[in-house]
């Protein structure tokens, strides 16, 4: 008699999330350079105004960070496709480590130059666009497809966690002395640099030998969005919502000023975007088992209407904090959303110059959405700037919810090869339900950004590093 064939070996069973030691070491680093990136974009500020007493210097440093980080940008995400993706992150880190670290050494010597902050400012920018899409990849780029959903969701945690404990820090530190929260940066930094030093993961061409994905332009992470129905139509959506939230936070904070309302209270209520945002991750492997990206896209966009409205309401600051915590709470499922439809879709040898794109794109949207609303408040009052706001975000999302791409959009299943590609059209893929995460929410996913990336309405995608 013949024997029977053996049954083939089962498949070995994936190390839980927690005990991937590359993840959780990359992760703590990356979680250490989100907390120093927050606090020194607290504290800059403080220390330009201290030093100058000018609210246009201090608001200086934020728009050559930005502008900075705008202009490298898109080289940032072709470097990431093209270079040794660990030795990138591991010289940007340096690069802040030292530019934040020459503050405090600045200042034991005298009041530092405004050149040499703004120069600072400059660098930082320049290190988001150079490590952002590279930490990006790298964290994910350690854990098997099937645990990917988990793993973006813990690194929300890193982004709203720091969104969210990083202002405060900055203003007790400053307290404490004008140096030491650039020191706190300078060692969040430091910590960020061990972790790449220790961290070995992979990045497209391991050998140094130029592939098939260094034949396309640095602006093919444009074309690929621009080629893809669902994710042109998705980011559509995002740099609306990005528009409308950086639009927001300027007649909110008159409102609540002219309503008496102090500073205190002004941040408490701000800072409802970021606790709902925290609250939000342990609902993301429910809410992409319930719908398809395009109806949890417009879902979250959809709620994130009356939240302008809210301070017109009676209430004052509870009633802001409690709007934008609720639309807060969806902010996490849609940067893993963005993240998944992006890593399901586009080869890796493309994904730094998509991420970069998809940066761009959104980061551009935030200063027009502020400069917007200083235009309309020179001629009318917060009442009608806030009503204007809600009705704008209204008219668009109604253009967008009649559109079959997003309403019938379904979740990507396959993740495409790795190898080098040419520019892809990443069409939306066809399938069943949206694959849910291995096993429930736990502690250590429910635990992350950072955002785009990355807070107030406006950080829904926000550039996350």
Known sequence: MTPAPAPPPAPPALVPLRRNLR???????????????????TAFPLLVL????????????????????????????????????RRVLIAADTARLLALASVPVALAFG???????????????????????????????????????????????????????????AGFLFGLGHAVPFLGAALASLLAVTAAVAVRFPSPHESGAPGEG???????????LAASPLLRNALAVLLVINLAGAALLLPVMVLLREHGTGSAGIGLALAGEAVGALAGTALVARLHRLAGPGVLLLGVAWSAVPV????????GAPTVF????????????????????????VPDALRGRVIAATMTLLTAGMPAGTFATGLLLDHSSPTTALA??????????????????????????????????????????????????????????????????????????????
Do not use: C, K
Not at 52 to 58: E, K, L, P, R, V
Not at 134 to 159: G, I, K, N, Y
């Open 388 to 465: 204007a706001i809600s009705a704008v975000l209204a008219a668009a999302l109604l253009a967008a919810t009649v559109s079959r791409t997003l309403r019938h959009a379904t979740w990507p299943t396959d993740e495409p090869a790795t190898g080098p590609a040419e520019e892809p059209t990443a069409e939306p893929t066809a399938g069943p339900a949206p694959e849910p995460a291995p096993g429930p929410t736990t502690g250590s996913t429910a635990g992350s950004t950072a955002g785009s990336t990355a807070g107030s309405a406006a950080r829904s995608s926000a550039p996350r590093d």
């Open 50 to 85: 201290a030093l100058t007493g000018s609210s246009t210097s201090a608001g200086a440093f934020g728009a050559v960070q930005m502008v900075a980080a705008l202009l490298l940008g898109v080289h940032g995400g072709a470097v990431a496709d093209r270079a040794n993706r």
């Open 23 to 41: 993840f959780q070491a990359l992760w703590a680093g990356q979680a250490s350079a989100t907390l120093g990136m927050v606090i020194g974009d």
């Open 111 to 169: 009041p530092p130059n405004l050149a040499h902050l703004l120069l600072v400012a400059a660098v930082i920018g320049a290190t988001i666009a150079y490590s952002g899409p590279v930490r990006l990849l790298a964290l994910r780029s350690v854990v098997p497809p099937e645990q990917l959903s988990q793993a973006l969701t813990q690194d929300e945690a890193r982004m709203s966690g720091a969104a969210l404990a990083g202002p405060p820090l």
């Open 308 to 315: 302008p409205l809210a301070p017109l309401l009676p209430g």
């Open 322 to 345: 409690a709007a934008l915590f609720v639309y807060g709470a969806g902010v996490p499922t849609l940067r893993v959303m963005l993240d998944l439809l992006v890593f399901r879709q």
């Open 214 to 224: 260094d034949r396309g332009s640095a602006l093919a992470g444009f074309r690929v």
